[in-house]
């Protein structure tokens, strides 16, 4: 009897181990709807380190979660295969929720939606605007021009190299 007991007590121990390994265990993502195939740093000091070493310009998205603005340009980015290329490929990649303190990631006023560019020299690109009064602040209705100002801050990289 004892044997049994041990046998089924052995068995229910394993059998416990073999669920808590079939877990998946989730990476933490950084998407926040933007981009699922993006690789999304965590932040911005984060990005300044990856732009020294990858020699890819950083794309810094400003935006609150509650902003219908910035619900509406995450939506229209997220289905923009073109752009979500570009993304994935050429840029340092960072969506921020909260504001940070460098005064630089807010050249005109810290509004949302808001997107800047940063080159590996860590200066923040403020020639590469949006076309509304806010520089850069971009809407669902300026994709081309976000992506056209992608490649502008892509072939600005391809320059410097030079």
Request: net charge positive.
């Amino acid at each position: 009897m004892l044997r049994w007991i041990c046998f089924a007590l052995i068995l229910g121990v394993c059998v416990s181990a073999a669920k808590q390994k079939q877990k998946k265990v989730t990476p933490v993502s950084f998407s926040r709807g933007w981009g699922v195939n993006i690789s999304w740093i965590k932040n911005y000091e984060e990005g300044l380190l990856n732009i020294a070493t990858s020699q890819k310009p950083l794309m810094v998205i400003h935006h609150k979660v509650d902003c219908p603005h910035s619900r509406a340009l995450k939506k229209l980015f997220a289905a923009d295969k073109a752009i979500q290329k570009m993304a994935k490929e050429d840029f340092i990649m960072l969506n921020m929720i909260e504001d940070t303190t460098d005064k630089n990631m807010a050249p005109d006023g810290y509004y949302v939606p808001r997107i800047l560019f940063v080159d590996p020299s860590m200066t923040v690109r403020t020639d590469i605007v949006g076309k509304h009064k806010l520089a850069y602040s971009y809407g669902p209705e300026d994709m081309e021009n976000l992506a056209e100002n992608m490649r502008k801050a892509k072939a600005l990289m391809q320059h410097t190299e030079l």
